[in-house]
């Protein structure tokens, strides 16, 4: 081999300028952020896009389509018969009347657990209304058991009737301020002040009663009871007699 | 990088292709569930003197024999009149409570019931399976009894703060599929953005769970016709603390 030769063999062929492909231009690094800001925003796009499928039209897609008429036929293809429409009538009027028998004639007592408020009807009149005082909700813990301070809903009736009652404080009264419990028939147990100048008995210790707290009338703060104002009570005692209904809601 | 643009082109087609298969199901879901009401209600059908009264007459009959079947009930029920725009809160035919309804809005597929249809519906109370809510029915505080009455003269008694402060809201899930979702309308001073966004992206998030589940199984996509409606929030809370668990609702459309 001729020292050309070799030369020739060695040394790679330099191409020259214009022929072939043109080298590739480098993009700039603005360019480059530019491109993965698009890629970025294009991401978070597509996924608001999905998300808001996700959680708004497709939670929407039955009433889309009800909308559209899909499903619309919901029709139970009834083929009617001849009806005689007095005798209709008359039926109606006299499901009417059963409604109408269904409100108690004589006085009862509505009380509001959630606004303390009570509302003494007769009927279908409204004789009076006014604040009240209901159970705080509270749940007593003590050693031997607990007691919870709330006021029974549901349908009460009046199951007695006292004026000037004394309580007979029960368990709970003594262990909420720390005293020993006296055993029944105690005489630190009779209180002839706390329940006011009236009381009805709704049964299961339950009563519609008087308050030496006045200023706490309209707030949750008894142990189950229903206080009332010396005025209301006093209505509510002359207008409801034994056996008339107290409905707590 | 060529590749990685296409399995992203390929993901994204995937996903949209998902969705819209969840779409198409849950768009489907009220033909399944009107063709399931159809066949429940074909023995009804077979009443057809009642189901051939005038409207007007049958339409006063379903209310009264709703409100008569809820009498016999020994609890408090709950009584939606959409017409009127009241909600009667009822026990033994007595009204306890009412409270104007100041928002509503219901599925489609109660405006399309026929009078008839609304008669087989609704004659009888709705019975509450189960409900959510913001509130808990019974709210308890406990108290820890004074040892002595040193330590119950530094006790001070609690008085119960009875401001509005939290949002009332809460569904109540009735039978045949139908649901009730009463919210309670709060001064706009009281922040209740979050508490109702949760509420409701809980709601839609455990629809879309059990949508995809009938999907992935081959089912029928759930649907429940809703009633909503906004209300007074005291009387929002009211309600919901009055109605016991599985109590009945008489729906008048």
């Known amino acids: ?249 | 990088m060529k590749t990685l643009k296409i399995l992203a082109l390929l993901l994204g087609l995937m996903i949209l292709g998902a969705l819209s298969w969840l779409l198409i199901s849950a768009m489907k879901a009220p033909h399944s569930f009107i063709e399931e009401f159809k066949t429940e209600m074909a023995g009804i059908k077979n009443n057809k003197v009642i189901l051939s009264y005038p409207d007007d007459l049958l339409e006063r009959k379903t209310r009264l024999d709703s409100r008569l079947a809820m009498s016999d009930d020994d609890s408090i029920g709950l009584r939606i009149n959409l017409k009127e725009k009241f909600l009667y809160l009822e026990i033994k035919g007595i009204v306890l409570h009412k409270t104007p309804i100041l928002e509503q809005k219901s599925s489609s597929f109660f405006k399309h019931l026929s009078v008839a249809e609304k008669y087989v519906l609704f004659h009888n109370p709705l019975t509450i399976q189960k409900d959510d809510a913001t509130i808990s029915k019974d709210q308890f505080q406990e108290v820890i009894a004074p040892k002595d009455t040193i330590e119950a003269a530094k006790m001070t008694e609690i008085i119960p703060d009875t401001t509005l402060t939290e949002p009332v809201m809460y569904r109540l899930y009735l039978n045949h599929g139908i649901r009730v979702q009463i919210t309670g309308q709060l001064p706009d001073s009281i922040p209740q953005f979050w508490p109702r966004f949760r509420f409701d992206y809980r709601d839609r998030y455990k629809y879309l769970k059990e949508l995809t589940r009938s999907v992935i199984r081959n089912k029928p996509a759930p649907y429940q016709p809703t009633i909503s409606l906004v209300i007074n929030s005291r009387d929002a809370e009211a309600i919901y603390r009055a109605v016991p668990k599985k109590g009945n609702v008489i729906l008048e459309l």
């Not at chain 1, 030769?5 to 952020?33: H, N, T, Y």
């Not at chain 1, 389509?65 to 009027?93: H, N, P, Q």
């Not at chain 1, 004394?166 to 301020?177: G, N, Q, R, S, T």
């Open chain 1, 1 to 249: 081999m001729t020292e050309r030769e070799f030369l020739a063999d060695s040394v790679e062929p330099v191409q020259p300028a214009g022929s072939g492909q043109p080298p590739k231009p480098l993009k700039s690094l603005g360019r480059r952020i530019l491109g993965w800001l698009a890629t970025f925003i294009g991401v978070i796009l597509f996924f608001t896009f999905c998300l808001y499928l996700l959680f708004v039209v497709i939670p929407q897609g039955p009433e889309i389509a009800l909308a559209r008429g899909i499903g619309k036929d919901t029709s139970l293809t009834i083929t009617k018969i001849a009806v005689d429409s007095v005798k209709v009538k008359k039926e109606i009027a006299l499901l009417e009347k059963k409604i109408d028998k269904l409100t108690t004639q004589g006085p009862y007592l509505i009380v509001n657990t959630t606004d303390n408020r009570f509302y003494l009807y007769s009927g279908k009149e409204l004789i009076r209304e006014g604040r009240c005082s209901t159970g705080k909700n509270t749940r007593l813990i003590a050693k031997k058991r607990n007691y919870e301070f709330k006021t029974p809903r549901g349908v009460h009736t009046v199951q007695s009737k006292q004026k000037n009652p004394v309580w007979a404080k029960p368990d709970w009264a003594f262990i909420e301020e720390g005293l020993p419990i006296p055993p029944p028939g105690h005489e630190s147990r009779f209180d002839a002040y706390t329940l006011g100048d009236y009381k009805l008995a709704i049964g299961d210790g339950y009563m519609v009663h008087g308050t030496l707290y006045k200023r706490r009338m309209g707030l949750p703060v008894t142990h189950g009871c229903i206080r009332l104002l010396d005025e209301d009570l006093e209505v509510v005692y002359n207008t409801m007699p034994i056996g008339s209904k107290v409905i707590i809601y």
